[in-house]
């Protein structure tokens, strides 16, 4: 049953209460391979269930417009402080709702409608709100898009300089949501700085692994640092950007009052408490099997006809081009979570599919890691993903629910939290 009790919901909402039964009992029987997914720890999921939601908090520590801040300015300053202290930056808000709000403070911080920003394409690898055509960041300002090269999968920098001196961007994204190796945060400060561009650095998938030391820090190349709370920094849905003292204050007035009201408060807490977690040595060993359980899994996929994106990963992600198995993304991923393996169908670089029917899958390690599992239960999903497949495209259901069946044993053994 879920953990905490959610006994009085029962009482006063059996139906959803049934609904959030069946919801932490499906995230306890599967396979959870979607990349920006985790598993939060009791005490962030208490966090976020507090009376800290009944209050309203506009404005910042010691400057709210609203009175009775006598427990939340210090529980901000917390958070504020955890983050500067984790990630070693001068300055942080918790305040952005989520990602994509994050993102929009920084082009109300630093741009006007119609300048131009850079950023990754997002078939290559990109995020929406980095300038691509059907986000609002696409519509109200000049775009120009980087991509990877064809024959690596990986961003070549050369075209990324010739790109930002020919177009002259104010701001230049780094990161994205489906880059399965190392970011290069040295050579974009480099090329930001030759074109007089203030450097972003989109962390919201690689935060983790970065608080744990297992991938290179922006701290010190990018001025401005935009990350969601929740993936591999397993705290709950919300959001941060940190930045240098000199852009502080243009990022606090985007936030607030640019783009939002009150701050979440009981989302705020569970930030600090995962900020405090990750603060931890057990943490650190936690960011480090991430990245070895995804390489163990690269591997144990490749050895088995997957084509791998850039040929396999340094980070929590894979990214798989389905092309040489003769099935989509989309039919294989549909099969794959009927075999109790959950992940997304993605699109690959240079993709001939539709984006709502693409070639690619995209699978993470950070929640399986969470759960405790290790390399020898990394060859085991490999080899369940490669019969789940055959048997998609065989359209053989006997075999996806016999694995479905094996999964369940599988993830019986290892404890989940938030469930009991």
């Not at 820090?217 to 959001?239: E, M, N, Q």
């Not at 936690?286 to 359980?293: D, F, I, L, M, R």
């Not at 144990?300 to 003769?326: P, Y």
């Not at 048997?391 to 993830?411: C, H, K, M, P, Y």
Request: proline share 5%; charged share 20%; aromatic share 6%.
């Amino acid at each position: 049953m879920h953990q905490p009790s959610i006994a009085h919901l029962a009482s006063a909402d059996p139906e959803i209460a049934r609904l959030v039964e069946g919801e932490a009992r499906r995230q306890y029987e599967k396979i959870r391979l979607i990349a920006s997914e985790n598993y939060v720890s009791t005490a962030v999921l208490e966090a976020c269930g507090t009376v800290l939601t009944n209050k309203y908090s506009e404005g910042y520590p010691g400057r709210r417009y609203y009175e009775g801040q006598q427990f939340i300015d210090p529980l901000e300053t917390l958070a504020v402080n955890r983050a500067k202290e984790l990630f070693g930056v001068e300055h942080a808000n918790v305040q952005p709702y989520s990602g994509s709000p994050a993102n929009l403070a920084v082009y109300l911080a630093f741009l006007e409608p119609g300048d131009t920003v850079m950023g990754m394409s997002l078939p290559m690898g990109g995020h929406l709100t980095h300038g691509w055509s059907v986000s609002a960041t696409g519509r109200w300002f000049r775009a120009v898009r980087y991509g990877v090269r064809r024959d690596t999968g990986r961003v070549d920098m050369d075209e990324v300089r010739e790109l930002a001196r020919a177009e002259r961007p104010k701001v230049i994204f780094c990161g994205g949501t489906a880059i399965p190796r190392t970011i290069d945060f040295a050579a974009f400060a480099e090329i930001a700085q030759e074109v007089g561009a203030i450097l972003v650095a989109d962390i919201a998938h690689i935060a983790g692994l970065i608080a744990g030391g297992a991938h290179p820090s922006p701290v010190g190349h990018a001025p401005v640092i935009s990350t969601t709370t929740h993936k591999t920094l397993r705290g709950p849905r919300g959001a941060m950007i940190m930045s240098d003292a000199a852009h502080a204050a243009a990022i606090d007035k985007a936030v607030f009052p640019g783009l939002q009201g009150g701050p979440h408060n009981h989302t705020t807490a569970a930030i600090a408490v995962a900020l405090r977690e990750a603060a931890t040595q057990g943490f650190r060993d936690y960011a480090h099997a991430v990245v070895t359980n995804a390489a163990a899994l690269a591997e144990a996929l490749a050895e088995r006809g997957f084509d791998l994106v850039s040929g396999g990963t340094d980070n929590h992600l894979i990214l798989i081009d389905l092309t040489s198995k003769g099935i989509g993304g989309k039919p294989a991923a549909q099969a794959l979570d009927r075999a109790g393996i959950e992940l997304n169908y993605n699109t690959v670089p240079f993709d001939q599919r539709k984006p709502f029917d693409p070639s690619g899958l995209r699978l993470g390690t950070a929640a399986v890691t969470t759960r405790g599992m290790g390399a020898a239960e990394m060859r085991q999903i490999a080899s369940w993903i490669d019969q789940a497949v055959k048997a998609a495209g065989d359209g053989d259901e006997a075999v996806l629910a016999q694995i479905a069946s094996e999964v369940r044993e599988l993830t019986a053994a290892f404890p989940m939290p938030g469930w009991a």
